[in-house]
């Protein structure tokens, strides 16, 4: 049995879950609603203020999709009730992040500001000149948009310059020795 798909899974305060057929589930809560189409072969049950997903049989692919499935759930509560955000810095001379409306500026070394449009449901705010936050209830399209923004400037291994997330620890390299 999976360890993490027998799991059951608590509904806080203010949240409502709905699950209609084939496994297409509705999450609503304080921040928001999210929706998803789950795998229909898994059977998820709502009784007493507590999800379980169950599985039909134990062929591999069942058991891979049985703590998937689990956790996707997992993430649509946790995202609705407490949100998710990245941290991301910026480390370098000259570069910078600023905030324009919906828009997110960012000067990177090219000859260009680069700018960056929040998709829907997420928020970027702008801590000082070089420290992003993406926030939003979508756990995925939080990572996604943070893995974007940072694919703008990677961190580079010589001197750390370019855009890192807040807990990623860069890999220094030695640089080069001059002549003996």
Sequence with gaps: MS??????????????????????VTVKGPKGTLERVLVPEMEIKQEDGQIT???PNDLKKMKSLH???????????????S?????????????RAAKQGKKLQLSLGYSHPVEMEDPEG??????????????????????????????????????????KYADEHIRRKVGKTGKK
């Design 67 to 81: 703590g998937l499935t689990r956790t996707l759930l997992n993430n649509m509560i946790v995202g609705v009730t």
């Design 53 to 55: 997903v169950g599985r």
């Design 83 to 95: 949100g998710y955000e990245k941290t991301l810095e910026i480390n370098g001379v000259g570069y």
């Design 3 to 24: 360890r993490i798909g027998k799991m059951p899974i608590a509904i806080p305060a203010g949240v409502t879950v709905e699950v209609a057929e084939n496994n297409k």
């Design 122 to 163: 997420l928020e970027t705010v702008v801590e000082g000149q070089n420290k992003i936050i993406v926030k939003g209830i979508d756990k995925e399209k939080v990572g996604q948009y943070a893995a974007e923004i940072r694919d703008k400037r990677r961190p580079e291994p010589y001197k750390g310059k370019g855009i």
